[in-house]
Nanobody, 111 residues
Framework: QVQLVESGGGLVQAGGSLRLSCAAS????????MGWYRQFPGKQRELVAR???????DYADSVKGRFTISRDNAKNTGSLQMNSLKPEDTALYYC?????WGQGTQVTVSS
């Protein structure tokens, strides 16, 4: 079983930056794809960014050029660097890795 711990959310002004981190621990035997999702109130979770086991990345159109996903396989950590944040990025962000969801971290962007 794998556990995920997220950190790095918070309150930031529009145009600012935040870096979300996701640390995996437990029974990890293979390198797996990792994704960051976000959920707006009353909405389903949506994919923000994904990094495959080989390192290729995909981004939602709304965050392309502003967000960067990365991972450190040796440390079993992943991150989402978010730049040029907008109020519409305000949401609860989740890491999904090894078939497990993180606890979620709130990102709030003020205008």
């Amino acid at each position: 079983q794998v556990q995920l711990v997220e950190s790095g959310g918070g309150l930031v002004q529009a145009g600012g930056s935040l870096r979300l981190s996701c640390a995996a621990s437990g029974s990890i035997f293979v390198i797996d794809a990792m994704g960051w999702y976000r959920q707006f109130p009353g909405k389903q979770r949506e994919l923000v960014a994904r990094i495959s086991s080989s390192g290729s990345t995909d981004y939602a159109d709304s965050v392309k050029g502003r967000f960067t996903i990365s991972r450190d396989n040796a440390k079993n950590t992943g991150s989402l660097q978010m730049n040029s944040l907008k109020p519409e990025d305000t949401a609860l962000y989740y890491c999904h890795w090894y078939g497990t969801w993180g606890q979620g971290t709130q990102v709030t962007v003020s205008s």
